[in-house]
């Protein structure tokens, strides 16, 4: 079954998160986030993805994003943990948004992008050992194997769950927002 035809069977629920810097109180945090929403929607807002969720889902998840530093070390890796996270979304083809304060010296605050629920619903779509069938994960188990020998020695199985989950950028969130804390 292909990406198209799960969305039609049902329609995902879609959610959009941000990244805030971790130094902002709560009130701000709300702010910049707001602002960067409001960009999000100048840049996407005829995208079928985005009126999606106005029109039926409109929830907010709001990740503590860390620091905010737009220096670059000596390989030209961003200082900042939530500028490292805009650079990993622009790097794997995520649509997002960012919004940079201009009261704190144009600072980046908040990044923001859409998911659909195959990123955060485990149940429905569960992690890929969790995808195997139970003679797979005692295998797993009993060999210890590392998620990338798992996904080598159940590579057609692997194929899969790669689609079912709605492809390798699915994948990338689903790290991505793996283990975050709310803002």
């Known amino acids: ?28 945090t709300g702010i910049q986030s707001g602002h960067c929403s409001l960009q999000y929607a100048y840049l996407y807002g005829q995208d079928q993805e985005f009126i999606d969720f106005l029109q039926q889902h409109k929830t907010w998840i709001i990740l503590n994003g860390g620091t905010t530093n737009d220096e670059r ?29 201009p009261d704190l010296n144009h600072a980046l605050t908040a990044l923001c992008f859409i ?38 020695v159940y590579h057609t199985d692997y194929k899969e769950w790669v689609r079912f989950i709605g492809g390798v950028k699915n994948i990338f969130l689903r790290e991505l927002l793996k283990d975050k804390r709310l803002a």
């Open 1 to 28: 079954m292909d990406e198209e035809k799960i969305k039609e069977e049902k329609q995902l629920e879609l959610r959009m998160y941000f990244f805030v810097a971790q130094n902002l109180s709560s009130i701000c």
């Open 73 to 101: 070390d000596f390989e030209d890796k961003p200082l900042g943990t939530l500028n490292q996270i805009g650079d990993a979304l622009a790097e794997n083809d995520i649509k997002f948004s960012y919004f940079r304060e």
């Open 115 to 152: 998911v659909d629920e195959r990123v955060f619903n485990k149940k429905n779509f569960p992690d890929f050992k969790d995808f195997l069938s139970g003679t797979c994960k005692s295998y797993i188990e009993a060999n210890n194997l590392t998620y990338d020998e798992m996904k080598e």
